[in-house]
């Protein structure tokens, strides 16, 4: 016996049936950016028309993908500055001092010879850092290699001048670029176009032959006795003319005598300079790149003795 709401039994589970496939299907299609995955949302929708295929990601736009919030793509956390502790914990560049580059006179003290290179012994330096496979890196380079863990060559070392002195611009520059090394002249800004001192178009030159050009003050003050307008006077106002004369901004710093203390460094940041160069204390735990470790090589050092310190030093 058949019972009379057969028929329409049949016919309202179909319908029930066609309404749901239909309901599922515009929801899926109904979806926004804020119901979907943020690489979904990345994703061009393709056409039912057409047989485009869903893009590979790197052809994606990553911006679109990217949340809101504090979530960052994986790119940026890669490039990001490692923090004070990540910093301390590298491999530290050998980093070396130089100041005048001259042979000793008569009257130079035993104390001054320590700061006073004779012309062939630094040449001496020179070919025995080359001859030893050491590459010159310049500041940016080791920046980059703090903060980030950039790569650097094999076997690098940094070369830096403070003070101006001639012997710089006519015996050290040449000697460098027969090797194609590059330094780092840390001016002293009241003494350039005095005698035995570089001239600013002496300067000029270095920067656009490829060395670096940093500040080490207006007249050599102390930093750990600046006060109010001295900031003005000894970094600010040099780094200014600085920047004038080679065209490009001045943001690496060179204590005077190696000394600084960490009230110093937010007046250096203030004033753009986004590493400085002690001599050889501890760096500072909280802000390595504005304590970074230098050694003075000195004017007693054979190559070989130079070599040593480098090892022990670094």
Not at 67 to 90: C, F, H, K, L, Y
Not at 238 to 244: K, M, V
Not at 284 to 294: A, F, K
Request: glycine share 4%; charged share 20%; with cysteine.
């Amino acid at each position: 016996m058949k019972y009379p709401y057969s028929l329409f039994r049949t016919s309202f589970f179909t319908l029930l049936s066609a309404f749901l496939l239909c309901f599922s299907s515009c929801v899926r299609e109904g979806k926004t950016v804020e119901t979907q995955s943020p690489v979904e949302a990345a994703i061009p929708v393709a056409s039912a028309n057409t047989d485009a295929a869903i893009p590979a990601p790197d052809s994606l736009s990553l911006q679109a993908a990217i949340p809101a919030g504090p979530v960052q793509p994986a790119a940026v956390v890669a490039n990001s500055v490692a923090d004070a502790e990540t910093i301390i914990a590298r491999k530290q560049v050998p980093i070396l001092c130089y100041h005048q580059v001259r042979d000793w006179r008569e009257k130079d003290s035993k104390q001054a010879k320590d700061y006073i290179i004779p012309e062939e012994r630094f040449k001496d330096h020179i070919k025995m850092l080359a001859d030893s496979g050491y590459q010159t890196v310049l500041p940016d380079q080791l920046l980059a290699y703090l903060t980030t863990g950039a790569p650097l060559p094999e076997k690098p070392v940094m070369l830096t001048f403070d003070d101006t002195s001639l012997g710089q611009y006519t015996v050290a520059a040449p000697e460098l670029e027969k090797y194609g090394f590059k330094g780092v002249f840390f001016i002293m800004t009241v003494s350039l176009g005095r005698p035995n001192y570089m001239t600013k178009a002496q300067v000029k030159e270095l920067s656009d032959k490829g060395h670096a050009i940093g500040s080490h003050t207006w007249d050599h003050q102390n930093v750990k006795k600046y006060q109010g307008q001295d900031w003005v006077t000894q970094v600010e106002k040099p780094s200014r003319q600085l920047a004038e004369i080679t065209g490009k901004p001045t943001e690496y710093f060179a204590y005077p005598f190696g000394l600084w203390n960490p009230e110093a460094i937010p007046e250096l940041k203030q004033r753009g300079m986004v590493a400085a160069f002690q001599l050889a204390d501890k760096r500072d735990p909280q802000d390595p790149l504005h304590s970074i470790r230098r050694i003075i090589a000195s004017g007693y050092w054979s190559s070989n003795s130079l070599h040593r310190a480098m090892v022990n030093s670094f």
